[in-house]
């Protein structure tokens, strides 16, 4: 007998347990109706989706799904957090990234900031994209730098940029125990980035210095965007963020800091990607590999990471950018729930250029939003306890640590980028992400699905490159690079002919038969700039020919229904061909149609495809 409850609102209680057999079988009789006939453990595994690091996501997870213990918020092995009330309290540190050099402008940026949600700066200083070191006094005008901490980005000017951000705090009455911020050094990220071999002595120096006089001061970043950034999985940044902390912990210990001084003195910064779940699970396993790290270096209570989350600039694209609010959205929701320190979001167009007033008032009001409007903060470790989160954690953390280990085997991450067995391992992995991009498996909003050609481009002032002119190091990758090439040379061709590059839509039949796949063709064609001209709606052999003409098309694509391929497809194709089309697409897999030279269809190369166009009309 089923008991109600006595408040009557549990409806779920009059139903019984269902098993995993009978979901099983309900999913197996899904499955048979798109024509797959798989049972048992088949039918789970043909709804699971593979991915990078060799992980696999499952359809289904259940309390059978067990993960080790994950302890609880605040202690080893800060799977949950790295302290006990999370970001409960007061919600993350807002940290706004700026890479101004004009300390006039940078200063009015930077107090825009702090007035409107920022609780933290990010500073490119020195080099050729940052602000002078002699400028930041100016720059950082009416700054409460007790109140508000500063983070450094200067590779090459490191001892002149901290020398003249603590003399400034000390020329601002701040005690050397109020000072907050990170000073930022991080000689391996940026050997890794541009090549030039890397000098631990100053990073050293400084963390002895921050250890000994400044207590609310890290020197040290160990920051993964490089791997990130040149294509590297989850996984893969991870195992180098452990590889890079190992070294520095190597370094300052045998300067003579203790290891939990040492860890102390270390910020680790990771990319949050619009995969939220993977970003949850990537910070998570983060506290939980490092906590094992510094068990292992003898310091168990040392362990916890301090993390800085950056929203991913390999995911953000130049063509229609205002998606890019959206995926930023996400990471930092991802970033949010997996326990983030500080979160920084990078603008909607901070691949074109420097951003606007406009642009960074809506990427600090993104965490906004989700601190004080949804609230997402007040929950310590809000995705605990969920089965799917838990295992995609451990399965990360096992991933990471492999390749954490097979770099120390190759004799630690400066013998490993040396070597160039980092560089291999990411240009494997984002090869085999490529080819996933350019057969649209991985789809891009607004450059390969669903791009809008005629929308004029967003144009902001060119960010200067600090890298620029470097020797070496790993490349930057972008998601939208393949499609963006592609796009360029459409918009070349609209600058020296007024206008673009033209596919003409051969329509057979009525629109019930052929809307689907003029859509996918329209759509598909778009991705490289080629304009699709669909008029008439439909034609037969006795009309494609005068219509191609009229199109001003020098290809064409027939799309409409398999039945009408059967009737219609060779004398169309034919027709198009004597009206001079260099070139006659059908959207359908491949079959055996005259006159036809090449099929579009989902999980085709589309970049190769669209390169193919381009060359064959001409554009350059």
Not at 18 to 24: E, G, I, R, T, V
Not at 38 to 54: H, K, N, W
Not at 117 to 136: E, F, H, K, M, Q
Not at 257 to 269: S, T
Request: proline share 6%.
């Amino acid at each position: 007998m089923t008991v109600q409850p006595a408040d009557g609102l549990s409806p779920a209680a009059v139903f019984p347990d269902p098993s995993h057999d009978q979901w099983q079988s309900l999913v197996e009789g899904v499955l048979r109706k798109s024509g797959k006939e798989v049972s048992g453990s088949a039918a789970e595994e043909a709804l699971s989706t593979t991915l990078e690091d060799g992980l696999t996501t499952r359809p289904l997870y259940t309390a059978h799904d067990t993960s080790p213990d994950t302890g609880f918020p605040g202690f080893a092995p800060f799977t949950r957090g790295s302290r006990a009330e999370g970001n409960a309290a007061g919600g993350w540190d807002v940290r706004q990234r700026h890479a101004l050099s004009d300390p006039a402008r940078l200063n009015e940026a930077v107090l825009g900031d702090l007035e409107n949600g920022v609780t933290s700066l990010w500073l490119t200083v020195g080099g050729p994209a940052g602000i002078p070191v002699g400028s930041l006094a100016r720059a950082l005008d009416g700054v409460y730098l007790d109140l508000a901490p500063v983070v450094l980005d200067a590779p090459a000017d490191l001892d002149a940029a901290a020398t003249e951000l603590l003399r400034l705090c000390e020329e601002r009455g701040v005690a050397k125990g109020e000072a907050r911020g990170t000073l930022g050094a991080d000689p391996l990220g940026h050997e890794a980035r541009t090549g030039i071999e890397a000098d631990l002595t100053a990073a050293v120096r400084w963390a002895r210095v921050c250890g000994a006089e400044y207590p609310g001061v890290r020197a040290i970043a160990v920051d993964a965007l490089p791997y990130h950034e040149a294509g590297g999985s989850a996984a893969e940044e991870l195992g180098l963020s452990l590889a890079t902390g190992v070294a520095y912990l190597r370094a300052l210990t045998a300067a003579g800091l203790g290891v939990e001084e040492a860890c102390a003195q270390l910020e680790f910064r990771y990319a949050a990607t619009a995969d939220q779940f993977l970003t949850i699970a990537k910070l998570r396993a983060a506290r939980r590999l490092w906590a094992r790290v510094a068990e292992v270096s003898g310091a168990p209570g040392a362990g916890g990471q301090r993390q800085h989350a950056v929203t991913s600039p390999v995911m953000m694209t130049r063509r229609d950018p205002w998606v890019n609010m959206l995926r930023t959205t996400l990471a930092t929701l991802g970033a949010g729930v997996g326990g983030a320190d500080s979160v920084t979001v990078l603008p909607f167009d901070h691949a074109l250029g420097l951003p606007d007033a406009f642009a960074r008032r809506i990427a600090r009001n993104t965490s906004t939003i989700l601190m004080e409007e949804s609230h997402l903060a007040r929950v310590i470790d809000p995705a605990g306890g969920s089965w799917y989160v838990e295992r995609l954690t451990d399965e990360l953390a096992a991933a990471a640590w492999a390749f954490f280990q097979e770099t120390e085997r190759a004799g630690g991450l400066p013998a490993a980028l040396r070597s160039g067995l980092v560089a291999e391992r990411l240009a494997a992995t984002w090869a085999a992400r490529s080819a996933k991009l350019a057969r649209r498996k991985e789809p891009i909003t607004g450059v390969s699905e669903f791009p809008m050609p005629s929308e004029r481009p967003v144009e902001r002032e060119p960010a200067p490159d600090a890298f620029a002119g470097a020797p070496g190091g790993l490349p930057r990758v972008r998601r939208d690079e393949a499609f963006e090439a592609l796009r360029a040379r459409s918009d070349a061709h609209l600058a020296a002919t007024g206008e673009r590059p033209k596919v003409f839509i051969a329509a057979l039949g009525p629109a019930a038969a052929h809307t689907a796949r003029v859509s996918f063709a329209v759509n598909l064609f778009g991705a490289g700039g080629i304009e699709a001209v669909h008029r008439p709606v439909s034609v037969d052999a006795s009309t494609a020919g005068e219509a191609l003409t009229a199109s001003g098309a020098g290809v064409a694509c027939i799309c409409s229904s398999d039945a009408l391929y059967a009737e219609q497809a060779d004398e169309v194709a034919g027709a198009l061909k004597s009206a001079g089309a260099a070139q006659v697409f059908l959207a359908g897999r491949p079959g055996e149609y005259a006159g036809v030279d090449s099929y579009v269809f989902a999980g085709c190369d589309t970049v190769a495809v669209l390169t193919s166009v381009l060359d064959r009309m001409g554009v350059a």
